[in-house]
């Protein structure tokens, strides 16, 4: 048991590493110059994209499970940016302090830029829940 949980949490740590590598670029790239970037909310809204990755993460990994399902390459990498922008999308809302402060733009665009880097992350790896991967 031991060893299954350090060969899910290496696999749930990478992934948590690529969501938020691809939610902060998502976040600066959304902004007109570098010096708009509000970089709390970046770092804020970057750290609680990798919380929201692991906890998905908890749901089941298909490099650490073998009875997977195999997909077809289009829908494990559509499945994935999914699940980046929404992960992407709740930090970046979850990091204002009430409704008012949240920068409707700025999430939306984060959103879906933090989706195009999962697609070119996707088409960049292999998908281990892909036939043939």
Not at 11 to 23: D, H, I, N
Not at 98 to 105: F, K, P, S
């Given at each position: 048991?031991?060893?299954?949980f350090?060969?899910?949490?290496k696999?749930?740590?990478?992934?948590?590493?690529?969501?938020?590598?691809?939610?902060?670029i998502?976040?600066?790239g959304?902004a007109?110059?570098?010096?708009?970037?509000?970089?709390l909310m970046?770092?804020?809204?970057?750290?609680?994209?990798?919380?929201?990755?692991?906890?998905t993460?908890?749901?089941g990994?298909?490099?650490?499970?073998?009875k997977?399902?195999k997909?077809?390459w289009?829908?494990?990498?559509?499945?994935?940016?999914i699940k980046t922008?929404c992960?992407?999308?709740?930090?970046m809302?979850?990091?204002?302090v009430?409704?008012?402060?949240?920068?409707?733009?700025?999430?939306?665009?984060?959103?879906?830029?933090s989706g195009?880097?999962?697609?070119?992350?996707?088409a960049t790896?292999?998908l281990?829940e892909?036939?043939?991967?």
């Open positions: 048991m031991k060893e299954r350090k060969i899910w949490l696999a749930a740590c990478a992934r948590a590493c690529r969501t938020m590598g691809q939610s902060a998502s976040i600066m959304s007109v110059i570098l010096q708009d970037v509000n970089w970046l770092l804020s809204s970057t750290v609680l994209t990798g919380i929201l990755s692991m906890a993460s908890a749901a990994l298909p490099e650490i499970n073998e997977h399902c997909k077809c289009a829908a494990a990498a559509a499945e994935r940016a922008m992960q992407t999308f709740l930090s809302a979850g990091s204002a009430t409704l008012q402060e949240v920068n409707w733009a700025m999430i939306g665009s984060a959103t879906l830029l195009i880097a999962s697609l070119i992350t996707s790896t292999s281990p892909v036939e043939g991967a």
